[in-house]
């Protein structure tokens, strides 16, 4: 799909529009992809972020990007994992709907996503992967906005994990397989 890609790479170094930052509820930062953000966006993220009250799980808030290449991040706190009977599924494709809808509602055109709760949030890649390829395409068929959306994996095994999800589920030949 040319709206879709998977890649590996630094979201921080992300040249889209907006990039998602996999926040705590606090949006205050933290570790991983939260931490890299805050220390690469500079010290005025996390000022705007204390005037933002934090955000539920699953939504998600919107500030600008300020050292940043891209214009805005897209906050959104994702589920920590605790077996899957909990609402995390859910809860995580909330987290994907929420930022496309944001992104979508401030005319944002292109948007970064990482792989939301995977890291210290301990949700499994391989269900995290289905449930965001599902949520993101979904939207993708639905809407003109954003444009385009990437998957930017840390690694290139992550990103094994997502293309081999996408290719089970929405390349539609050999061709279109990432």
């Known amino acids: 799909m040319e709206r879709f890609a998977i890649i590996v790479g630094d979201i921080t170094r992300s040249g889209a529009e907006a990039i998602v930052n996999a926040a705590n509820p606090s949006l205050l930062g933290g570790s991983g992809v939260d931490g890299a953000i805050h220390r690469a ?15 539920e799980t699953g939504r998600a808030k919107l500030t600008h990007g300020y050292n940043l290449r891209a214009k805005y991040v897209l906050h959104t706190p994702g ?48 269900q995290a992967a289905t449930v965001a390829l599902r949520t993101i395409m979904g939207f993708l068929a639905e809407h003109d906005l954003p444009e385009r ?22 390349a539609e030949d050999k061709d279109s397989r990432l």
């Open 41 to 55: 966006a500079g010290p005025a993220l996390l000022a705007e972020c204390r005037g933002l009250g934090g955000c």
């Open 79 to 126: 589920p920590i994992w605790q077996g899957g009977h909990l609402g995390e599924p859910a809860l995580l494709a909330s987290c994907y709907r929420s930022c496309l809808t944001l992104a979508a509602e401030h005319g944002i055109r292109t948007v970064d996503f990482p792989s939301i709760s995977t890291g210290i949030y301990g949700y499994p890649l391989p």
């Open 149 to 170: 959306v990437r998957m930017v994996c840390h690694s290139e095994s992550t990103a094994a994990v997502y293309r081999q999800v996408f290719n089970l589920w929405y």
